[in-house]
């Protein structure tokens, strides 16, 4: 493992990251439709979901099992995902519910679970080549 790959894997790191991408997010999610730059691109809203989804779930799992805090298992596993997807259904109510100019959409809900599976995926696969 790399200098940068081992300083950036430590728990403290990793928490730190964890939060501030979790607020970064939540800003961005937030804001108002008039204040986030139009890209006149089919089905890019989607895709950012899962972008921003995927690195979610990836950077708390990788928090969840640094340094063997906890071994991994289907319990662990399913206790990030889930606080994940419920972190996007509370987003997506809020933007319904506070936000005039953005929407509840349910696909972006489909979009935000299938970017936190890729998520895991991602974290299997960096787990498995590259930690080890």
């Not at 964890?18 to 108002?32: D, K, V």
């Not at 986030?36 to 950012?48: F, G, H, L, N, T």
């Not at 950077?59 to 399913?78: G, Q």
Request: net charge positive; aromatic share 14%; with cysteine.
């Amino acid at each position: 493992m790399t200098p940068l790959t081992k300083k950036l894997s430590e728990p403290k790191t990793l928490l730190s990251i964890g939060i501030a991408y979790t607020l970064l997010i939540t800003i961005i999610l937030l804001l108002p439709a008039s204040e986030i730059p139009q890209i006149r691109v089919s089905s890019i809203d989607k895709v950012a979901h899962v972008l921003i989804h995927g690195f979610l779930s990836f950077i708390w799992l990788m928090y969840r099992f640094s340094a063997d805090k906890c071994h991994m298992s289907i319990k662990n596993v399913f206790v990030v995902l889930f606080i994940c997807f419920s972190y996007g259904v509370i987003i997506e109510a809020a933007q319904h519910w506070f936000i005039l100019s953005r929407s509840y959409d349910i696909l972006d809900i489909v979009a935000n679970e299938f970017g936190s599976f890729l998520g895991l995926l991602s974290y299997w696969i960096f787990r498995n080549k590259i930690i080890q």
